[in-house]
C-alpha cells in the first residue's frame, strides 16, 4: 500500500508559517526605536529633548547629526555625525521629539534641517519661531542648487523637560 506525501507536506507548510508568522508579529511589537535619536513609544512625552514643530502640506525629513564645532555644522547639509532621520506626510502643527542621549556629551551642536520627501520637488522649508533661551541659532547650508534652512543647537548641558526649539514650515 502506499502512502501519499501530500497530506504530511501541506500539514508542514502551514505549521511553518504559523510558526514564522508568531514570530514576526512578537518582533515587531518589541521594537522600541526603529531609528537612532527618535523614539515610537507612547511615552515620548515624557521623554526630556527637543522639539520641532512641523508644518508642511507635503512628505518630508528631518534630518539630525552631531557636530564637533560651529563649523563642522555649518560645512554642509551631511557635515558631522547623522544620528536620525524622521519622516511623515501631510502635518499641521505636528510636534516632533528629538530625546536627549547622554551620548550628545561628547558633541557641542545638535543639527537638524528638513527636505522634501521624494515626492515633494519644490518645496522648501522656513525656519521660524527659535526658541533664543536655547541660544539655538539659524544657520543656511548647502548651494545654490540645494539650501536648507537648519537650527543649529547647543549641547552645553544635559536637557530636562522638552524644550521647544523651532518650527519648520513648507513653501513652494
Avoid at 501530500?6 to 514564522?20: M, N
Avoid at 511589537?29 to 531609528?35: L, M, Q
Avoid at 515626492?119 to 519661531?129: A, D, N, Y
Amino acid at each position: 500500500m502506499r502512502k501519499g506525501i501530500a497530506a504530511p507536506t501541506i500539514l508542514l507548510v502551514v505549521v511553518l508559517f504559523s510558526v514564522a508568522g508568531i514570530v514576526l508579529f512578537s518582533l515587531e511589537n518589541n521594537k522600541e526605536n526603529d531609528v537612532k535619536g527618535t523614539s515610537n513609544k507612547k511615552t515620548a512625552e515624557e521623554k526630556a529633548g527637543f522639539v520641532f514643530e512641523v508644518n508642511s502640506l507635503s512628505t518630508w525629513e528631518l534630518l539630525e547629526y552631531l557636530c564637533t564645532t560651529e563649523s563642522e555644522c555649518k560645512s554642509g547639509p551631511d557635515s558631522g555625525k547623522r544620528w536620525g532621520t524622521v519622516g511623515g506626510g501631510q502635518a499641521s502643527m505636528k510636534s516632533v521629539l528629538v530625546p536627549y542621549q547622554d551620548e550628545w556629551s561628547a558633541y557641542k551642536y545638535l543639527k537638524v534641517y528638513m527636505k522634501p520627501g521624494l515626492s515633494s520637488s519644490g518645496v522648501i522649508f522656513k525656519v521660524s519661531l527659535l526658541n533664543s533661551d536655547t541660544g539655538a541659532q539659524n544657520a543656511v547650508l548647502g548651494d545654490a542648487d540645494s539650501k536648507y534652512e537648519a537650527v543649529l543647537v547647543p549641547l552645553g548641558s544635559p536637557v530636562s523637560g522638552q524644550v521647544k526649539v523651532a518650527s519648520f514650515n513648507a513653501e513652494r
